[in-house]
């Protein structure tokens, strides 16, 4: 029965989720509700309804009514963090295919192009410490490959949206990863053992992203990517390249310095061992070094080899 309830809520949803495309004033509460009724028979759905199901909730600043906002992306984000983290792939890949097809489309140069356009309050259902922390602290690292990557997609794509966003929304995004539980209210929820919380701030996930390295076998995007999402997790830790935003410590903590300087003495070794003699052309006695070391041009300062 009850089956059979969430299908009927699910088949509602989908009719109404379709009229959005010509119609207005449509019963965005009473769809919300519908939807979430449907997920509970998820097992019985195609993957296509939870794409429809986060693509609604990616509407809902633009379609509902401004004091109903709030309410309903709280509520709706209980639900995408059950999507993003569900046990099955099928549905995490699902939900952060579409998570990506969202921000790749919402911060983009043509978006940017048009400051008046609302297109950024799209990025609203996900800007919470709670779907973030689930996207760092889960997506990124989940046993699936093929789903850790699009979620790595996605984290770089908001890590990389301080020219693409709105000033309001860049800034509130700076504020969600590096706020900590600073209100009481905040404290007293991380205290609660029946009810899953993220680490904050959530810039203690992002850091050890710095040091992260691209799959055996991954194509050269895949690669790149990779990369460059690890340059932008420095620049958080250093607080540098649009994260030193006045909502955010002037400073990056020390736990974030020694993090940065773990990444840089790394990068640091790699390069100085295509410079420094091989180990087979040492010699073994200490005279046998004087005379090695002796023949040596005197050093001189010289310009690293470049990354690439």
């Known amino acids: 029965m009850q089956v059979g309830h969430s299908i009927e809520a699910g088949v509602a949803f989908v009719r109404n989720f379709e009229l959005l495309k010509t119609k207005t004033n449509l019963p ?26 986060i693509a609604f909730l990616s509407e809902l600043p633009l379609i509902s009514e401004a004091q109903m ?15 993003i983290g569900h046990p099955s792939s099928v549905v995490r890949n699902a939900a952060y295919s579409k998570l990506f097809e969202i921000l790749k489309v919402n911060v983009s140069v043509d978006q940017a ?15 919470s410490p709670e779907v973030l922390g ?33 000033t309001e929304m860049w800034r509130l995004f700076c504020h969600t990863i590096t706020s900590g539980a600073s209100s009481p209210s905040a404290a007293e929820y991380l205290l609660k053992a029946t009810c899953w919380s993220p680490l904050l701030p ?30 932008r997790a420095l620049d958080v830790c250093l607080g540098i390249g649009g994260f030193n935003q006045p909502v955010q410590p002037t400073d990056p903590s020390a736990v974030f310095r020694l993090r940065a300087a773990s990444a840089l003495a790394a990068l640091f070794d790699a390069r100085f061992s295509l410079l420094l003699p091989s180990g087979s052309r040492l010699a073994d006695s200490g005279s046998a070094n004087s005379r090695y070391y002796s023949q040596q041009p005197e050093y001189r300062a010289a310009p690293l080899p470049s990354a690439a």
């Open 113 to 127: 192009a048009n400051p008046s356009g609302r297109s950024h309050e799209r990025l609203l259902f996900l800007l």
């Open 134 to 166: 689930e996207l760092i602290e889960f997506g990124v690292r989940d046993p699936n490959i093929k789903i850790a990557i699009v979620a790595r997609d996605c984290l770089r794509l908001l890590l990389d949206g301080h020219q693409l966003m709105s």
């Open 202 to 231: 959530l810039t203690i996930g992002i850091a050890p992203l710095a040091n992260l390295e691209p799959e055996e076998g991954a194509s050269a995007a895949d690669v790149k990517n990779t990369r460059f999402l690890a340059r």
């Open 69 to 83: 906002v709030p309410l309903l992306l709280t509520k709706s984000r209980q639900h995408l963090i059950c999507l």
């Open 28 to 53: 965005v509460e009473e769809m919300l509700t519908s939807a979430i009724d449907a997920l509970t028979a998820i097992d019985f759905l195609a993957p296509e309804f939870i794409e429809k199901c």
